[in-house]
Structure formats: C-alpha cells, structure tokens
C-alpha cells in the first residue's frame, strides 16, 4: 500500500509564505493536494502526476501556489506565496494510479493532513 505523510503547516501572516511537503512511499502515483476548511467541503488545489505534468484546480490559488516532486526524495511539494485568510485550511496529499484527478472520491490513499492558518 502506498503511505504517505504531510509536513511543512503553520501560522503564517497575510502575505507570507509556507511549503508543504508529502513524502510517498511509493512513488509512481497522481498527487494531489486537497485543503478543507472548517465547515466545508475538501476541495481540490493541485495534482501533478508521475511524468511531472501539473494543474492547478483551484481558482483561488492559480498564480500564488506551485506543485512540484523530487523523485530523489520521494517528495511532492506545494510551494505556497501571498497566502490570504482564505488559504486557512486542512491541507492533505493523496495518491491515485497514473493519472491526476481533482475529486477526493477518486483517491485510494491519504496523507494525515497539515494545518495551515494565515492570519494577522
């Protein structure tokens, strides 16, 4: 089975900046980044696959946030710059066979979740 684990959460100030970090056990997988917040459904942010082809799903996060892996490290990063309020969430990796997917249904296996807060 594929583990995987999320680092990198904090309290940030408006405007700052944070990257996460997921390490996979087994790398050849889709990863997305999910975020929930409290009261709200678990969205989507970005997913690269194991060719290294990203989207970004989030509206809200296009231009501010990067998806990136490290096939040495077994590492997917998302780099996170001008974070705002409305960044503060729940933030979890998840693992797929092959091919990048937005929809949490989707996914077999997850991270444990980092929370990120970006506040004054």
């Known amino acids: 089975d594929v583990q995987l684990q999320a680092y990198g959460g904090g309290l940030v100030q408006p405007g700052g900046s944070l990257r996460l970090s997921c390490v996979v056990s087994r790398f050849s997988y889709a990863i997305t980044w999910f975020r929930q917040a409290p009261g709200k459904e678990r969205e989507g942010v970005s997913c690269?696959?194991?060719?290294?082809?990203?989207?970004t799903y989030a509206d809200s996060v296009k231009g501010r946030f990067t998806i990136s892996r490290d096939d040495v490290t077994s590492t997917v990063y998302l780099e996170m710059t001008s974070l705002k309020p409305e960044d503060t969430a729940i933030y979890y990796c998840?693992?797929?066979?092959?091919?990048?997917?937005?929809?949490?249904?989707?996914?077999?296996?997850w991270g444990q979740g980092t929370q990120v807060t970006v506040s004054s």
């Open positions: 690269i696959d194991s060719g290294h082809n990203s989207w």
């Open positions: 998840a693992a797929r066979a092959y091919r990048c997917s937005a929809s949490r249904t989707a996914f077999n296996y």
